[in-house]
């Protein structure tokens, strides 16, 4: 088979004051910053020396034409439990995630599929904001999810699932320090 003789070896592993098994998850509309928050907060787990799986949740789910959303949630959904067995196989048992979460049956699905405590921020950040930092990718994609965005922003989609609001307005190292102190991993 070919993963024999291919296990997972952790050569920084050790105890650095986190819990084990615990996850955040980190919400908001497009272009709010939960990818570019999480990738800081796995470089500063990296920094520490702490063991973690970095999930951005919508590379789980893409690549199949589904004729409704609910079906590739239940994609990703399977997929996430897949991902996070081996993970948690390998030794790994703290996850940093990135997923935009528009209802509390959505996060309920999340938390069963990675099967740890999670918990949730949701990054927020005025509409004109996004629209300058996406301003300099002009692809009809981009566009598309730009109008997302302000309808869901509109709509109140994804509030109130979250255990903390952050504004996301300051630099990237700033806001990610913020959520570790803020989960106790500071």
Same mark, same amino acid.
């Given at each position: =088979?070919?993963? %024999?003789?291919?296990?997972?070896?952790?050569?920084?592993?050790?105890?650095?004051?986190?819990?084990?098994?615990? $996850?955040?998850?980190?919400? @908001?509309?497009?272009?709010?910053?939960?990818?570019?928050?999480?990738?800081?907060?796995?470089?500063?787990?990296?920094?520490?020396?702490?063991?973690?799986?970095?999930?951005?949740?919508?590379?789980? @789910?893409?690549?199949?034409?589904?004729? /409704?959303?609910?079906?590739?949630?239940?994609? =990703?959904?399977?997929?996430?439990?897949?991902?996070?067995?081996?993970?948690?196989?390998?030794?790994?048992?703290?996850?940093? =995630?990135?997923?935009?979460?528009?209802?509390? /049956?959505?996060?309920? $699905?999340? #938390?069963?599929?990675? @099967?740890?405590?999670?918990?949730?921020?949701?990054?927020?950040?005025?509409?004109?904001?996004?629209?300058?930092?996406?301003?300099? /990718?002009?692809?009809?994609?981009?566009? %598309?999810?730009?109008?997302?965005?302000?309808?869901?922003?509109?709509?109140?989609?994804?509030? @109130?699932? %979250?255990?903390?609001?952050?504004?996301?307005? #300051?630099?990237?190292?700033?806001?990610?320090?913020?959520? =570790?102190?803020?989960?106790?991993?500071?």
């Amino acid at each position: =088979m070919w993963g %024999e003789g291919y296990g997972a070896v952790l050569p920084y592993a050790g105890p650095v004051g986190l819990r084990s098994d615990e $996850g955040v998850l980190l919400t @908001g509309v497009y272009g709010s910053g939960k990818s570019t928050v999480a990738a800081e907060i796995a470089y500063l787990l990296e920094q520490r020396r702490q063991p973690y799986a970095l999930l951005d949740l919508d590379f789980l @789910g893409w690549g199949v034409d589904y004729p /409704d959303e609910a079906a590739g949630f239940g994609l =990703m959904l399977r997929n996430l439990a897949a991902v996070v067995s081996n993970y948690r196989e390998a030794g790994i048992s703290v996850f940093v =995630m990135a997923y935009f979460v528009s209802s509390h /049956d959505e996060l309920h $699905g999340i #938390r069963e599929a990675v @099967g740890v405590p999670l918990r949730v921020v949701r990054l927020s950040l005025p509409l004109p904001d996004i629209e300058q930092r996406l301003a300099t /990718d002009v692809t009809t994609e981009r566009h %598309e999810e730009l109008r997302e965005a302000a309808r869901q922003i509109a709509a109140g989609e994804g509030v @109130g699932i %979250e255990d903390v609001v952050l504004a996301n307005d #300051r630099p990237v190292g700033t806001v990610a320090q913020q959520v =570790m102190t803020w989960l106790g991993w500071a």
